[in-house]
């Protein structure tokens, strides 16, 4: 068993974040140094709230359908779920055919899921 506090096997991971991180702070560095400077002047129209150019009217706290909040929640939720199948699908060979059995088992629960909630109407959108 080997105790190492860096063991070799983290060294591609270790790379690619240094590579990740360098990559940022270079592109802003050279964003900061490149781009052009630019007076900042205040006007009413500069000073407006602005929302993928639609004119603002009345109040922005106006309440929100359930439903909307409910197929964000479902979103998540069958999206999280999905991304468990990315590793099973690495190691498939490695779990044999009791990984296989158990990852069909969760299948099932998340297919009756949907199906629960398509059975309840919840994206439905009246």
């Known amino acids: 068993m080997n105790h190492a506090f860096f063991s070799s096997d983290y060294l591609p991971i270790l790379i690619q974040s240094v590579v990740a991180f360098g990559f ?3 592109t802003m560095t050279l964003t900061h140094y490149i781009g052009g400077k630019r007076k900042k002047i205040h006007t009413l129209r500069k000073e407006e709230n602005f929302e ?3 004119e603002v009217k009345g109040n922005a706290r106006f309440p929100f359908s359930v439903q909307y909040f ?15 199948f990315y590793p099973w699908a690495i190691n498939f ?6 990984g296989f059995f158990e990852m069909l088992l969760f299948l099932g629960f998340l297919l009756f ?3 629960y909630i398509i059975k309840k109407k919840a994206l439905d959108w009246d």
Not at 93 to 98: H, I, L, R, S
């Open 24 to 26: 940022v702070v270079v």
């Open 52 to 54: 993928c150019g639609i």
């Open 70 to 84: 409910l197929i964000a929640i479902l979103f998540v939720l069958f999206d999280v779920e999905i991304i468990f």
């Open 93 to 98: 060979k490695e779990f044999g055919w009791e």
């Open 113 to 115: 899921g949907f199906y």
